[in-house]
């Protein structure tokens, strides 16, 4: 039958990819997705502001909702400093299976963690499973219409700190607009747009930043 998208990522990073090198393995997921077939990974314009901010925090703990195919989760642990606590969300078992793949090939498997589930179910789990008690960033890249409910989640469970960083892709396209608003209005956070286009397009599209403040 038919391969995947996922799959032919997969064999696109083995084929033009260094092994041990992320940035090879980055470069060769955006040419494959500029070239070959268009896939929802951040990208590398939205991928450099994430790169800012990831530097800019240089958090201890790290959380990132929809690893897909690892894209992300290359860039953000190629940042990290030894020691780091980096956790990956994935549902789809056939994502966490060619994520951890191309993890593994840009030799950064020692730096995160994939854990396969729902993050309504893993969230509440953050502590007893993995001993985290607040994440210093969280990147939300999964179903839109989990970013609200999860930002929820994440201040009933006691997962942020003061300052703790948010920052969530897509916030115009496919769009994020109850969490925008809840960020945007709530005096919790201090948020700000980082303007920029959708994936391998020229559609508008950006990054929010949100700081908690309680
Ligand atoms: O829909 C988008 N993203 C949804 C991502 C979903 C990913 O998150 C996982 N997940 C992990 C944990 C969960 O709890 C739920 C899902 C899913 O199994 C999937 O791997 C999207 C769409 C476009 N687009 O142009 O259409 C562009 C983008 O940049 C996007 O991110
Ligand atoms: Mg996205």
Partial sequence: TRSTRPQRMLKAVQKKA?????????SAIDYFCKHSEWAMNVGDEKGSILDSVV???????????GTYCGYSTVRIARLLSPGTKFITL????????????????????????????????????????????TFDFIFLDHWKDRYLPDIKLFEECG???KGSVLL????ICPGAPEYLEYVRNSPRYESRYYPAHL????????LEKSVFLE
């Fill in 18 to 26: 260094t092994k041990g090198d992320p940035e090879s393995v980055i």
């Fill in 159 to 161: 997962l942020l700190r």
């Fill in 199 to 206: 994936e391998y397009t020229k559609v508008e599209d950006g």
């Fill in 168 to 171: 969530a892709d897509n916030v």
């Fill in 90 to 133: 994935e549902f789809n078992p056939a994502n966490v299976t060619i994520a951890r793949q191309i993890i593994a090939y840009a030799g950064l498997q020692d730096k995160v963690t994939v854990v396969e589930g729902s993050s309504g179910d893993l969230i509440p789990q953050m502590k007893e499973r993995f001993g985290i008690t």
């Fill in 55 to 65: 530097t800019e925090v240089n958090p201890s703990t790290v959380l990132e909702l």
